[in-house]
């Protein structure tokens, strides 16, 4: 019997209806999450990676919205026989939606200074978040609250979940944020760039942390981040986006070694490795795309070096090389052709 994505995103869009044009921030993105899957979305700045997940958290507040597309979540929780269904939440009311954001979909955000309330101690915000979910005492949530405190790395749990956040340093607030989305064992953790906002030696704590916890309360999760040493330590699979769009999704190791979007290649060269021979790091000419009223044309043309001529007359498909690698591209790179590794 074949396994059934928790979660399954079919041609997703969110736009911005701003008064000098709409801005298209997201355009017919589609994947599929499994249980247990680390699905890392990565690009530069402005491509649409973080819109994507609020979208599917349902945190878009007007002007933003779903354009098009369906949000499809593996759920018991409006199944009036228990039974789980397919519900889409690009569909669903704000009151509704507050039944599966937290419960269902856990988020760690950036940056955990403007995640958490200034005014409220950690205890506040964390039996809150319990007690509305879960139908529990104060009592009950507190005690959990503690153990969650414990299992993040929190020293003297029961003393400092009375601190307020700026009692805690940012690695510590990190933690919290994150034991904040564990709190009602949801079976998708989004975790938006949460390691940024870090010095080093505290993010590569935090993304072990994560690693664990991941493994602890078996969630799948959507990682994203702009550092891809990051997403090759903490991913199963990748999606690389850019103006909006899927690029290429591909296992964690296709994405590394057979990159077939001119994109991917790009990215990789501004990298340095230390498994393949570079005389220099290779910058990506020109400038982001703008989101307001793009043409329907490939984001990445003005600055593709294997752009063709059908590229300016059409917009690629996602179209499917391999059973997992899947590449929106007129005029791919062969996956033939490799990176000559530095001979000893």
Request: aromatic share 6%.
């Amino acid at each position: 019997m074949e396994k059934k994505p928790i979660l399954s995103v079919r041609n997703l869009s969110t736009h911005f209806a701003m008064a000098e044009g709409t801005v298209k921030a997201v355009q017919d993105v589609s994947f599929d999450l499994s249980s247990d899957d680390v699905l890392g979305i990565v690009g530069e700045t402005g491509s649409g990676k973080s819109v994507c997940v609020k979208t599917i958290a349902g945190l878009i507040d007007p002007p933003g919205y779903i354009a098009n597309g369906e949000i499809l979540l593996y759920t018991d929780e409006f199944a009036k026989d228990g039974k789980k269904e397919y519900v889409d939440l690009a569909k669903l009311k704000y009151e509704s939606f507050s039944r599966i954001r937290g419960k269902h979909i856990g988020m760690i955000f950036q940056d955990p200074m403007t995640s958490l309330n200034p005014i409220f101690t950690i205890a506040d915000q964390m039996i809150e978040t319990i007690v509305h979910h879960e139908k529990v005492s104060e009592g009950e949530a507190r005690e959990r609250a503690i153990k969650l405190l414990e299992q993040v790395g929190i020293p003297k749990p029961s003393e400092r979940i009375d601190d307020y956040p700026f009692q805690l340093s940012g690695g510590q607030r990190q933690r919290v944020v994150i034991a904040i989305a564990l709190s009602c064992n949801p079976e998708i953790l989004v975790a938006d760039e949460p390691s940024t906002a870090l010095d080093v030696t505290v993010q590569a704590q935090i993304l072990e942390l994560m690693k664990e916890l991941q493994k602890q309360f078996s969630s799948s999760t959507i990682f994203i981040t702009h550092d891809l040493a990051v997403i090759a330590e903490m991913a199963t699979k990748i999606s690389v986006m850019y103006g909006g769009y899927q690029m290429e999704i591909a296992s964690v190791d296709d994405i590394f070694e057979v990159p077939m979007h001119p994109y991917t290649h790009a990215l990789l060269a501004c990298i340095p490795r230390l498994d393949i021979k570079q005389s220099e790091l290779l910058p990506i000419p020109g400038q982001p795309p703008v989101m307001m009223n793009p043409p329907r044309l490939c984001p990445f043309l003005p600055r593709c070096t294997r752009s063709v001529e059908k590229c300016q007359q059409v917009l690629p498909d996602l179209e499917q090389i391999t059973e997992e690698h899947f590449v929106r591209c007129n005029n791919p790179v062969p996956q033939k052709v490799q990176v000559v590794k530095e001979e000893v």
